[in-house]
């Protein structure tokens, strides 16, 4: 089938739109410090990539914003540009309660009001080492608390969790007010989630009766596929007003950022990616500056 205009030519006039839109909207802060776990026990759907990216466009739109690796991989760290050889003061030391948060944040070159807490290797050993701490599940929650108390004008906290819902996903979910959970827009996206969400309820119950589900994002989306518009449409059917409006695009500047140690706003900030991963940011700020007023009615 042939249409007037080609898709590129669409494509490049959305993109062009979507990126004008943006242009001079103000991130609102959140009324109180929003500590937010990146999490899905999945592997490779996207959340590093989605720490990164969101970090970068929420500090660059103004907030002061803090990741913290809590992967062993270190792969945010590395994306960010974060210097994270073994023995680095990092996410295992405020873990192992040797060092305070504060001791082991380095700044981030991509925006001003940017910190990250990095992860080295020695985290591969810490699900273990925990295991015999009394609160086990606490000494995170507990190192945030002590920062936020002397630097109350953080906005946003993001923790990179691995793929797993091991002790250091644990740690993020008792210190969270929120899961973001990336989900890659394919087959099977679906499957596992119930797992998630239900381990979300139990810490709910048991641990963190604050924690809630603070919003879907649906990443690796092919605008030219069916199958993607599919999932989305799924997804959103199962989680209705949780899903974010934005879609992030399954695109090769994504991808290949984190080899500049940079991120897409680094590498190519007037691309797809960029506009995308702006736009998802944005519906978070807005959803958390709400968060006020909704808690006020629960
Ligand atoms: P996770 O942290 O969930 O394991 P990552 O963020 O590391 O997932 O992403 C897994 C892989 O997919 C990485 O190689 C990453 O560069 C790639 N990737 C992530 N998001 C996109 C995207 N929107 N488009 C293309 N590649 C992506
Ligand atoms: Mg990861």
Not at 75 to 95: F, K
Not at 139 to 153: E, G, P, S
Not at 189 to 215: C, F, H, Q, W
């Amino acid at each position: 089938m042939t249409t007037g205009s080609s898709p590129l030519a669409e494509e490049l006039a959305r993109v062009a739109s979507a990126r004008a839109a943006l242009e001079n909207v103000v991130f609102p802060r959140p009324p109180r410090p929003l500590v937010a776990a990146v999490a899905n026990q999945k592997g490779g759907v996207g959340k590093t990539t989605s720490v990164v990216n969101l970090s970068v466009a929420l500090a660059q739109a103004g907030l002061s914003v803090i990741v913290i690796d809590s992967d062993p991989q270190g792969n945010a760290s590395t994306a960010l540009g974060i210097e994270h050889h073994q023995g680095t003061p990092s996410t295992y030391d405020v873990l192992s309660g040797s060092m305070s948060l504060e001791e082991c944040l380095q700044p981030c070159g991509e925006a001003e009001k940017l910190l990250v807490c990095p992860a080295t290797i020695d985290l591969s050993g810490a699900e273990l080492e925990l295991s015999s701490v009394t609160q086990r599940e606490f000494v995170l929650r507990r190192a945030i608390k002590d920062y936020l108390a002397v630097h109350r004008d953080v906005d946003v906290i993001l923790i990179d969790c691995p793929p797993s819902l091991g002790l250091l996903t644990l740690n993020s979910f008792v210190a969270a007010d929120q899961v973001i959970v990336p989900i890659q827009t394919e087959y099977y996206a679906l499957e596992g989630l119930s797992m998630l969400v239900g381990t979300v309820e139990k810490i709910r119950d048991y641990l963190n009766p604050d924690l809630r589900i603070g919003g879907i994002l649906l990443t690796m989306f092919d605008r030219r596929t069916n199958l993607s518009a599919e999932v989305a449409e799924e997804i959103r059917h199962y989680f209705p007003g949780v899903v974010l409006e934005t879609p992030i695009p399954r695109l090769v500047k994504i991808s290949e950022a984190p080899s500049f140690g940079v991120s897409i706003f680094g590498h190519d900030p007037r691309g797809q990616g960029a506009v995308a991963y702006k736009a998802a940011a944005y519906e978070l700020s807005l959803r958390w500056a709400n968060l006020g007023v909704e808690d006020g009615g629960e």
